[in-house]
């Protein structure tokens, strides 16, 4: 969790397994073909990031991600398994071409979902393409 005092404002989940609630969404072909090749003692999830009103998009994006970053690339795993569903920022997710494991509905809840195997180099990648599109890549507004 985050706290700004005592108020908790933010939090993430990074689970080692066993069994990862991500590869759950994912038909079994695509779920037996990952760990056919992908052992799970060299694998975490990063999921269930959330936020509330006592934290602002910009805290959010300076302080709570570059710690979920540190957290998921020290946590000592090869493949960090992570999700975005159909919105705009899932073009940001791909920029740095973490390995598909899966591009459809999901068998949990139906919306459309993508489920990347992230390496550590990727993910940190991600996250500077993510940083940058949210704050250099912003139109000026005509004064």
Not at 27 to 33: I, N, S, V
Not at 75 to 102: C, E, F, K, T, V
Not at 112 to 134: D, E, S
Request: proline fraction near 6%; charge should be positive.
């Amino acid at each position: 969790g985050v706290f700004r005092g005592e108020q908790l404002v933010a939090g993430y989940v990074i689970h080692n397994g066993p069994g990862f609630y991500l590869l759950d969404n994912v038909p079994e072909a695509d779920r037996a073909a990952w760990i056919a090749v992908n052992a799970a003692s060299d694998t975490c999830e990063l999921s269930m990031i959330w936020r509330n009103r006592g934290i602002s998009d910009v805290a959010f994006a300076l302080v709570v991600w570059p710690r979920i970053i540190l957290d998921c690339v020290t946590n000592g795993r090869r493949h960090i398994l992570g999700s975005s569903y159909d919105n705009p920022l899932n073009q940001r997710y791909q920029a740095a071409q973490p390995a598909m494991i899966y591009a459809g509905p999901s068998l949990v809840h139906g919306r459309q979902n993508f489920i990347y195997a992230y390496t550590r180099p990727k993910l940190v990648a991600t996250f500077f393409v993510n940083f940058a599109g949210k704050f250099l890549g912003r139109q000026r507004r005509p004064a």
